[in-house]
């Protein structure tokens, strides 16, 4: 029976990292993923554009990591933003940066950022075996032996020196991610930190987000109010779905949304739609396209200042007669206009779940973890990386860094395990 020096069970941005740097040191790797091809994940991710990384410096990546980032500061030193931009351009692979630091492929394709790590794993001679789901871990005296798999009904045995596990979280499990490194971790004596849904969709109720359906805001000032208190505000870019909110500002709210909800707090969220205009300088405005168009009926007049979509919400919200012609609207109806437009309110209900929630929160216990290794404190010839652990970003290219961070130096651990 072949041993492996070094087997990683999942094939995303984490096992794929890992393997191509356990390999540098020419040991024997064996990369395992249950799913019929690689890093689905990565290929629907940032939209089919994979928003890579981020521009960052280290300490504004902490910022935007929970709940323990500090944590990751030997695998950031270790590899970082340059050290993946320069591995992918190794294979010719370009990448541009875009809002907020943002680094996506020049392509604006992330089945090329898969091609060129897969391509990096090819070169090293990484055996990929696809369609094997890691079903069970072999153990003895806190040490690992060997492996179950299941590849298409068919068990398997496999003997390795040591372990990786970079089975992600529990998010999006049509990819693969649905949770199994949870279990075979707890199996072997680690604890799992509460799991949540995280950069989540939210519902809200009633049909005001229905009527907006496909409505993407780009600067809108965001805020979220707990029991009445406002508690945070985000600027960026949203969008209405039927079922409620979505988008990159929802998505980074959507943490403290879920949290405060779970508590069975009261949810709001709360939509500046003018947020360059303080309540003073919109009534001016406001006043402004009134006096110009006294003729005109206000449905076309607010075209100054809305997307076509929310004119009809805002008025029947406010209760003025589209059809109405400006000249005839009161100072009473500019002000509920003004209001409308700064403070347009949704009450949350709920959330998309797993199936939608861009990461999973909690996981491995970092406390379990030698953040210097990333190897397991409990069972000598483990290691973790990626989404598994209890560590989570906010949206703007911190997860896949996190992945890539963790699964170098799971990698470059395992394979160096013999002179540790
Ligand atoms: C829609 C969407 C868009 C995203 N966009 C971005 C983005 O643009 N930028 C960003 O930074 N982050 C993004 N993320 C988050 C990012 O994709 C994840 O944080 C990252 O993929 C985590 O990498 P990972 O390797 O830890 O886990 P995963 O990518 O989830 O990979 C885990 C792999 O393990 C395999 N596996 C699981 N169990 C087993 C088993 N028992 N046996 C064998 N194989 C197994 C799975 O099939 C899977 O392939 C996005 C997430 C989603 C859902």
């Known amino acids: 029976m072949k041993k492996y020096k070094i087997i990683i069970v999942g094939a995303g941005a984490s096992g794929i990292l890992a393997s191509i740097s356990a390999a540098e040191n020419n040991a024997s790797v064996l990369l395992l993923e249950k799913m019929s091809r690689e890093a689905r994940k990565m290929l629907i991710s940032g939209k089919g554009r994979c928003n890579i990384t981020n521009t960052a410096y280290k300490s504004e990546f902490y910022k935007k990591i929970h709940p323990k980032p500090k944590f990751l500061k030997h695998a950031f030193s270790n590899f970082f933003s ?9 294979k010719g692979l370009k990448t541009k940066e875009e809002r907020g630091g943002r680094i996506f492929p020049v392509s604006d394709k992330a089945a090329d950022v898969v091609n060129a790590l897969l391509q990096i794993a090819n070169d090293k001679k990484i055996k990929i075996i696809k369609d094997a789901k890691v079903e069970d871990i072999i153990s003895e005296d806190k040490k690992i032996k060997a492996i179950k798999i299941n590849i298409k009904g068919k068990h398997e045995i496999i003997e390795t020196e040591n372990l990786i596990l970079c089975t992600g979280g529990k998010s999006y499990p049509a990819t693969g991610s649905t949770g199994d490194g949870y279990i075979l971790a707890e199996k072997l004596g ?3 930190t509460d799991l949540k849904p995280a950069l989540v969709p939210l519902k809200t109720e009633g049909n005001l987000a229905e009527k907006l359906q496909g409505l993407s805001l780009k600067n809108s000032n ?199």
């Open 190 to 192: 680690h604890t799992i």
């Open 222 to 420: 965001v805020s979220i109010w707990i029991n009445n208190k406002k508690v945070s505000s985000e600027f960026g870019e949203m969008m209405f779905a039927h079922y409620g909110l979505t988008g990159p500002v929802i998505l980074t709210l959507s943490k403290i949304a879920i949290d405060a909800f779970d508590k069975k707090n009261n949810v709001e969220i709360s939509i500046d739609l003018k947020p360059a205009l303080d309540e003073q300088k919109l009534d001016n405005r406001l006043q402004r396209e009134l006096n110009e168009n006294g003729k005109k009926q206000i449905r076309n007049v607010l075209k100054n200042l809305l997307p076509t979509k929310l004119i009809p919400v805002i008025l029947e919200l406010t209760e003025i007669d589209q059809y109405k012609v400006c000249n005839q609207i009161s100072g009473k109806e500019r002000k509920k206009i003004r209001i409308i437009l700064k403070n347009l309110r949704f009450k949350v209900s709920g959330h998309r779940g797993y199936k939608e929630a861009i990461v999973t929160s909690g996981g491995i216990n970092t406390n379990e973890i030698d953040s210097k290794t990333m190897m397991s404190k409990i069972v000598k010839n483990l290691f973790f990386a990626g989404e598994l652990i209890d560590l989570d970003g906010e949206t703007g290219g911190y997860n896949f860094q996190i992945a890539f961070s963790t699964g170098w130096l799971a990698g470059q651990s395992a394979s160096n395990s013999d002179k540790n």
């Open 82 to 90: 340059a050290e993946i931009l320069n591995l992918l351009e190794s």
